[in-house]
């Protein structure tokens, strides 16, 4: 029912201008050449190379973002999370660049560092026990943070993220703001002034 004028296969009756374009198959079905038949998403790759061809930001030129679930590059061996590969996701994880930190590593007494995850260093001096009842709230917040059972009247609070970069510091004080902070996981470490012990807690900051 085309002339050769409309049909750009006039040996193939399965082609012509009323057919429904069938992606993938490498030939021009509809005799259109904007009805795209191969990467869909026109980011220059075909779905051979490409492991999402409706979405234009991925694809092998791609930089793999972390934590977002996707296979950004379309190399399955670039890691999108558990990046220390210890079995353990971001969520679980306090420390996801350090495999010998996780919630099954032994923690370590008074080094400073949450090894097993808890929020806290594994208390040996007895001048830490006063920090026990020590809570913090709200948590998870989007807005504000409050300490309450702390006994002495100086002291220090820091707030790192989990790849240990400090973000906040506060002298003496029980309440402060965490709006200018994003969405994640955060650890919070106070310590009395004068006798320097100290806990760590993790806080969980939503937005």
């Known amino acids: 029912g085309y002339s050769l004028a409309e049909d750009c296969d006039d040996l193939n009756p399965n082609i012509n201008p009323q057919v429904t374009e069938i992606t993938y198959n490498g030939i021009d079905d509809d005799c259109n050449t904007e009805t795209l038949d191969d990467d869909l998403d026109q980011d220059g790759y075909s779905l051979a190379e490409d492991c999402d061809d409706l979405n234009p930001d991925i694809n092998p030129d791609t930089a793999e973002i972390t934590y977002n679930g996707l296979d950004d590059d379309c190399n399955t061996e670039t890691l999108d999370d558990d990046l220390d590969q210890d079995g353990f996701l971001l969520a679980e994880d306090c420390d996801d660049l350090n495999p010998d930190i996780n919630p099954d590593a032994e923690e370590i007494a008074n080094n400073g560092i949450d090894e097993n995850c808890d929020g806290e260093d594994l208390i040996s001096d007895v001048s830490e026990f006063k920090h026990l009842d020590i809570i913090i709230f709200p948590n998870p917040t989007s807005s504000q943070l409050n300490i309450s059972g702390i006994q002495s009247k100086h002291f220090e609070v820091r ?49």
Do not use: A
């Open 159 to 207: 707030m790192y993220t989990t790849y240990g970069q400090l973000v906040l510091k506060k002298t003496n004080q029980s309440t402060w703001s965490v709006n200018h902070l994003d969405e994640g996981l955060y650890l919070l470490k106070i310590e009395e002034s004068s006798s320097k012990s100290s806990i760590t807690k993790k806080v969980n900051i939503l937005k």
